[in-house]
């Protein structure tokens, strides 16, 4: 699997995290004022779900230790001590397309 | 690295004052002291004047296991007397709250009036060979005072007035009260397994919030949370967190609650929309203002390992219906029994106490440091649990952090 | 069509099981669009009715969203309900009264009786099925320990 359509703009609010599963990939989408990112569904920390978590501006926020990402730039926030992965995404026409040719994992401990 | 027998039994390597032996949470005797030497000479927190606006109006309740009432006065005065009977020590008034022109005893039907008289002994002749007469038959009358509506008690006469034992921690509240015309709209009661100490310092002690979903989600993650000093009253014990140093308040992100709203209707006269302000008033009454309405807590410990907390909830006397519904609605979704707060904390407090009962855990941690300059500390600091402790140490003559330890005590 | 005694009864008591299996979606699809779900109570210290949850849709399904990540009592409830009286309102709504007993069990297995109330349900008859348009859950019980983050 390459690029795949993973939902459509309108399927994710703004300032909202939506999760998806593209065939045995759950990942979730985010939309962080109108720019869409793709990451897997947990956070790298530990597991918590990050579909719970928040975005404020560019940042998402993990909802447990609050580790924080900016989402465009993948810089590390706030108490965050190890990188989020992301998926590359595009937007054509509508459509959240999303690189899946490999599906991202943490190797949690 | 796991600790060997020796390390886990000796105190931990921090200061003196950064720790508390788990005994001051179990041990009996240290109990009975406590009762004693600290619970009867402190001001206790009773009720709100709302839950008793009229002549007549009462509230029962206890305190170092001695069963209270409070009571209007025909004067208006809130007076409160042991509410035993003089005759063969019945409790007299036994519902929770009422109204009464006069105490009559169901045992043998002696009657009080509402100072606290002796008004009537039935067959009263037979009391003529020996006595007691009435005017020796009165009830004993505790010493009751009101501040910002809040009702308190205190066994010692000789302690300091309510109003110089708040101090100036009243700049928390005291503008807040004055300015709202509060009424009680909530109250619930819960018994725990666990010591009165850990529950009034779980409020006091900020760096529980991570604890809580709903303290990280609207609390924590709001950008200015750490930067409310604590207020300190070494005098007296107690302490608040309000406005950050450069007065502007901390705002609560509600919104960051799936589901909720941030809170800019119905904000309190004094509060900022979204602020919130805590206040711990030693030894265990909290006042906290968030927003829309205002919590006050306190609890009353049967003994070391068995306290019953007490939770009321205040909103503005005479307002609408639907604002009073939202009102309530919003103090239940952070407090009370089915909430997203107040359910988990009574955890906390069973949960620690479980393993401090059987000596499973020796000593309570209590170092945090997190200076924010001028001598003041951030919320998640202890600095107010060790205040506590210190204030403890005096009223004890003990080190909490080794309170048997006799030799330190007798000094 | 109209709406049995006993299709009300289903409905109530499967609300019980859904809620006893947190079953949160399905339990949230037996409630109207913008149905009122309360626990009330009558509290004789300050002598007035008192909330302790007032939640519509979007509240309660925020609230049941965050639950796993809560820090919450370990265990597990069940309700036992009874449906003592229907009463009609006309062709649309009626009025459901359940008395509810709900137990604990530890995750050690002792079991006690947590809390006993009463729903007072407005049920919507207007469609094909029935659906809760507002519950209150008046509970006699005030002394519930930790409490929970479920409605009851
Ligand atoms: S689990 Fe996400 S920050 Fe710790
Ligand atoms: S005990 Fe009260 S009248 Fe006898
Ligand atoms: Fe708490």
């Known amino acids: 699997m390459s690029w795949q359509q993973v939902c459509t703009t309108d399927d994710v609010d703004e300032d909202a995290i939506e999760e998806f599963d593209v065939g045995d990939i759950t990942l979730l989408v985010a939309n962080a004022g109108g720019e869409y990112y793709a990451f897997p569904p947990n956070c790298p920390h530990q597991e918590t779900p990050l579909s719970m978590g928040m975005i404020e501006g560019e940042t998402l926020i993990c909802i447990k230790h609050l580790w924080q990402w900016n989402l465009r730039t993948g810089e590390l926030g706030d108490n965050a001590e190890s990188p989020l992965l992301k998926y590359e995404v595009k937007v054509e026409e509508g459509a959240v397309m999303v690189n899946l040719e490999k599906e991202l994992k943490y190797n949690y401990q | ?411 | 069509m109209t709406i049995s005694d006993d299709q009300i009864k289903n409905l109530i008591y499967k609300s019980c099981r859904l809620l006893d299996a947190e079953e949160f979606d399905d339990y949230l699809d037996l409630y109207t669009e913008d149905f009122e779900y309360k626990v009330t109570n009558y509290s004789p210290e300050i002598k007035s009715d008192q909330e302790w949850m007032d939640a519509n849709r979007a509240e309660l399904k925020g609230l049941l969203a965050n639950v796993p990540l809560h820090f919450r009592l370990l265990g597990s409830f069940m309700r036992h309900a009874t449906v003592y009286d229907i009463e009609r309102n006309g062709a649309d709504t009626a009025n459901a009264l359940t008395y509810v007993t709900i137990y604990y069990t530890t995750p050690e297995g002792a079991t006690s009786v947590w809390a006993v109330g009463r729903y007072h349900d407005k049920i919507d008859v207007s469609g094909d099925t029935p659906l809760i348009a507002d519950r209150n859950m008046k509970l006699e019980t005030r002394e519930v320990g930790i409490g929970t983050h479920l409605p009851m």
């Open chain 2, 1 to 411: 690295m796991p600790r060997t027998a020796e390390e886990f039994l000796s105190p931990p390597s921090v200061p003196e004052d950064c720790y508390v032996s788990s005994s001051v949470y179990t041990d009996p005797d240290l109990y009975a002291e406590e009762e004693e030497k600290l619970l009867r000479r402190t001001w206790k927190f009773v009720c709100h004047v709302s839950e008793v606006p009229n002549i007549g109006d009462y509230r029962t309740h206890d305190w170092t296991g001695v069963p209270l009432v409070t009571v209007r006065s025909p004067d208006k005065k809130v007076r409160t007397f042991v509410n035993s009977c003089s005759h063969r020590g019945s409790r007299v008034v036994r519902y929770p709250a009422g109204n009464m022109k006069h105490m009559t005893c169901f045992f043998h039907l002696w009657e009080y009036d509402l100072y606290g008289n002796c008004t009537y002994q039935t067959r009263d002749e037979g009391y003529e060979a020996h006595g007691p007469t009435k005017e020796q038959a009165g009830l004993r009358e505790v010493r009751t005072d009101t501040f910002c509506g809040l009702v308190f008690m205190n066994f010692d006469g000789n302690a300091a007035p309510l109003r110089e034992y708040i101090g100036e921690t009243a700049t928390a509240f005291e503008s807040i009260f004055g300015e709202n015309d509060f009424e009680i709209f909530h109250l619930n009661r819960t018994h725990m397994k666990g010591n009165w100490k850990a529950w009034f310092l779980t409020n006091c002690d900020f760096y529980h919030e991570w604890g809580h979903q709903v303290n990280r989600s609207t609390n924590l993650t709001s950008p200015d949370y750490h930067d409310r000093p604590w207020r300190l009253n070494h005098a007296q014990g107690h302490g608040y967190t309000a406005r950050k140093l450069d007065n502007e308040p901390f705002v609560v992100q509600y919104k960051n609650y799936k589901g909720w709203k941030n809170r800019d209707g119905l904000v309190l006269r004094g509060l900022q929309p979204g602020e919130l302000v805590l206040t711990d008033l030693f030894p265990n009454t909290s006042v906290f203002m968030r927003t829309t309405c205002v919590r006050i807590n306190h609890s009353t410990p049967y003994g070391p390992d068995h306290t019953v907390m007490e939770e009321r909830g205040l909103g503005i006397k005479g307002e609408s219906e639907a604002d009073r519904r939202q009102r309530a609605k919003e103090f239940t979704q952070v407090w009370g029994p089915y909430s997203r707060n107040g359910a988990e904390d009574v955890a906390f407090v069973e949960e620690s106490h479980r393993c401090q009962e059987f000596g499973a855990n020796k000593y309570d941690v209590i170092s945090r440091n997190e200076p924010i300059g001028d001598g003041l500390q951030r919320p998640q600091s202890d600095a107010y649990v060790r205040l506590f402790y210190d204030k403890w140490g005096d009223y004890m003559g003990r080190p909490a952090n080794n309170p048997k330890n006799l030799m330190t005590a007798a000094e």
